[in-house]
């Protein structure tokens, strides 16, 4: 769906409510924590997210706004970035590749998420590893995405591909790879 802008929209809301398999009442906290980030740059619903790596394109990011109390229960702002992170990585990946999230995967597997279609609950595509950064530079960025990229490589024996999808708030952006 196109925003006023032109742009596409990147509705984070969507997470509580529509996507099979992710009970409403998690994609909502999830939402919840990628605006307290977002807020704590003073960004506003509909600011721009620049999305770099194998897709370049910028989207509009569509959030509820949230009060005091989001702030207050994501005082750790780590667990907000790392939350946060996954919300944007997640409706993202369905925006670009139209994978959803299936289930989250295993501690120690090198990836966050299994990805497939939502109809089809046991055949999954891909992998999907997520990280967050509250504020950094582009090199950050860039290297986290290696270290990230290095890190899938621990579940490589399922021959999918894996997606890599890190998260920065300041300047929202995405640097998505597949790998």
Not at 84 to 90: D, K, N
Not at 108 to 126: I, R
Not at 141 to 167: C, E
């Amino acid at each position: 769906m196109k925003e006023r802008s032109g742009l596409k929209r990147l509705d984070l809301a969507s997470l509580a409510l529509e996507f099979q398999h992710i009970p409403p009442e998690c994609g909502a906290n999830l939402a919840l924590a990628a605006s307290v980030a977002l807020r704590h740059h003073k960004h506003k619903p509909g600011v721009r997210l620049q999305i770099r790596g194998d897709n370049e394109s910028t989207f509009a990011s569509v959030w509820n706004k949230g009060d005091a109390s989001a702030e207050r229960f994501f005082n750790d702002l780590d667990v907000a970035v790392e939350n946060g992170a996954y919300a944007v990585a997640i409706v993202l990946c369905r925006e670009v590749t139209g994978l959803s999230v299936l289930e989250r995967s295993i501690k120690g597997t090198g990836f966050d998420w299994w990805l497939g279609h939502e109809d089809d609950l046991f055949q999954s595509k891909a992998r999907l590893e997520v990280s967050g950064i509250l504020k950094g530079s582009r090199t950050t960025v860039n290297g986290r995405v290696a270290v990230k990229k290095k890190q899938t490589k621990r579940s490589d024996r399922t021959s999918l591909p894996a997606y890599i999808v890190v998260v920065e708030f300041s300047c929202p952006q995405a640097h998505m790879v597949k790998r």
